[in-house]
């Protein structure tokens, strides 16, 4: 029994980041939860186990050790995956936000500004555009300069990449149903633990309201910086290839409203 647990963990530590990151995309891709992960190779494991225990098979015995050992070294790094893109995942946005605010207090667009997200295809990745003015802004969206400073009719503009360029983890998927982005949504955010649940509600008129309760400790604000703001606007606007007005943020008791209108 011995010599076989050591060659899996052996195994385990030769195939060591494929392993885990296959194991991970099975979880992403919901093929897995950690949860089922652990109890399927557990319980065949245990009853393996058990069998070889009640007839006395040296090699069932051997066998289900194994498998139970394998279990929980698979729910292992699965969980470390998850915690290792976490933490990475916090350093980039915080990272972020703290050079978007640094270059919004030198250009004074900190407290009035217009928001807008812009997806990848008008310029190869996904950006959100400032202007200093609390206006529609006088210039055509779709032919925004590939610049990070411009000026135009007197509206001085910043267009930054968004938040969600700098998530290596990351990537958003086109489509053109609501739900699925809101799908798209909610697994994005709860693996940054950001929500605890999101809603998507698309109005007649090319509004589109977020209703989402965040998880404690989670500021949802209307500053260019917030990076729920940004995740959410930026996923939002890639996924539906769509540009988005960011309008304004409502709370009610635990749920923020977030209202964007669709260009």
Not at 110 to 117: G, V
Not at 177 to 191: A, C, G, H, P, T
Request: no cysteine; hydrophobic share 45%; charged share 20%.
């Amino acid at each position: 029994m011995l010599p076989l647990i050591a060659s899996l963990l052996l195994i385990y530590e030769d195939i060591g980041k494929d392993y885990k990151s296959l194991l991970y995309k099975f979880y992403r891709v919901g093929v897995m939860k950690p949860g089922t992960l652990l109890a399927l190779p557990l319980g065949l494991g245990l009853a393996l186990l058990i069998v070889g225990l009640t007839i006395w098979s040296t090699r069932l015995i051997a066998v289900g050790s194994g498998i139970l050992v394998l279990g929980v070294v698979s729910y292992v790094a699965i969980r470390s995956e998850l915690e290792l893109k976490k933490v990475s995942s916090r350093f980039e946005t915080n990272f972020y936000e703290n050079v978007l605010r640094l270059m919004l207090e030198e250009f004074e667009l900190y407290d009035e500004n217009t928001i807008y997200f812009l997806p990848s295809s008008l310029g190869g990745e996904s950006s959100i555009l400032i202007s200093h003015k609390n206006i529609d802004p006088p210039i055509d969206l779709k032919t925004v300069p590939k610049r990070l400073f411009f000026e135009h009719n007197g509206v001085f503009y910043i267009r930054f990449p968004s938040i969600i360029s700098m998530l290596s983890a990351y990537t958003v998927s086109r489509t053109n149903n609501v739900s699925e982005v809101e799908s798209q949504l909610d697994s994005f955010l709860k693996d940054l633990g950001l929500i605890s649940s999101i809603k998507i509600v698309e109005k007649p008129d090319g509004t589109l309201i977020v209703d989402t309760v965040p998880s404690k400790d989670v500021v949802i604000n209307d500053v260019p910086t917030n990076s729920f703001l940004n995740l959410t606007g930026s996923i939002i606007s890639d996924s539906l290839n769509s540009i988005l007005q960011f309008i304004k943020v409502e709370r009610n008791g635990d749920i923020y409203r977030i209202y964007f209108r669709m260009i």
